[in-house]
């Protein structure tokens, strides 16, 4: 099957940049999506962006995608400690069809 | 409470028993769908449905059945657990094929 891969952890100090990636193999992905779970919760839309889009910038959030590479990436701006949690990729080709994710990046933030 | 809600939110069973995880929605979304989440894998789509009485196929749907008599409710059974099933169960439910899925608190099961 077509897969999404992450790396598993990532840890940066509180006001640098986090800068969470994902590959996926799927070329005919239509939408990608970043999704944040804090301990205890479910999952949570943080940002989307179309395959036909390359950037994609909500206040402290930016979405890069290269679509020849198949590689997206999230940047957190000024990280902060609430920003701890695990992070996960995900794409579809249709809008909430057949989501497929990876296995999520745990963002730890120290002080 | 307004959302999705799961029950239980823990759950221990043993091999060969049937158990039923409960999901709960109070914006009558049209579509429902059950994710387990296993270390490694992220998550995977076990069944969806499109509104009452639809339901189709995710990617890991072998060991489960769902039902939706009605728009609000997507219980999830597992016929015969086995312990491959132990995982962390995630229900999301969106409006339509172009809103946001919200997902809820998610059951973590464990089949001894």
């Known amino acids: 099957g077509e897969d999404v891969e992450q790396s598993l952890f990532l840890s940066v100090r509180e006001g640098d940049s986090s800068v969470i990636n994902c590959t996926y193999t799927?070329?005919?992905?239509?939408?990608l999506y970043w999704y944040k779970q804090e301990p205890g919760a479910g999952l949570q839309l943080l940002t989307y962006?179309?395959?036909?889009?390359d950037m994609k910038q909500d206040q402290r959030l930016t979405v890069l995608l290269n679509k020849k590479d198949k590689h997206l990436s999230l940047r957190i701006a000024d990280t902060q400690t609430g920003d701890s949690a695990i992070y996960f990729c995900a794409e579809s080709k249709g809008w909430n069809n057949d989501m497929r994710f990876g296995a999520g990046t745990r963002l730890t933030v120290k002080p | 409470d307004a959302g999705i809600t799961q029950s239980p939110r823990y759950k221990i069973t043993e091999t060969g028993r049937q158990v039923t995880l409960m999901c709960h929605q109070t914006?009558?979304?049209?579509?429902m769908f059950w994710y387990r989440q296993d270390l490694g894998h992220g998550l995977r789509l076990i069944y969806y449905s499109a509104a009452a009485d639809i339901t189709d196929k995710g990617e890991v749907p072998d060991g489960y059945v769902v039902s939706r008599s009605k728009t609000e409710n997507f219980p999830l059974t597992l016929e015969s657990a086995t312990r491959s099933q132990t995982s962390v169960y995630f229900c999301a439910s969106s409006e339509g094929l172009n809103t946001e899925a919200f997902f809820g608190q998610g059951t973590r099961l464990t089949v001894v």
């Open positions: 914006w009558s979304h049209s579509y």
């Open positions: 962006i179309f395959s036909n889009m």
């Open positions: 799927d070329s005919s992905s239509t939408y």
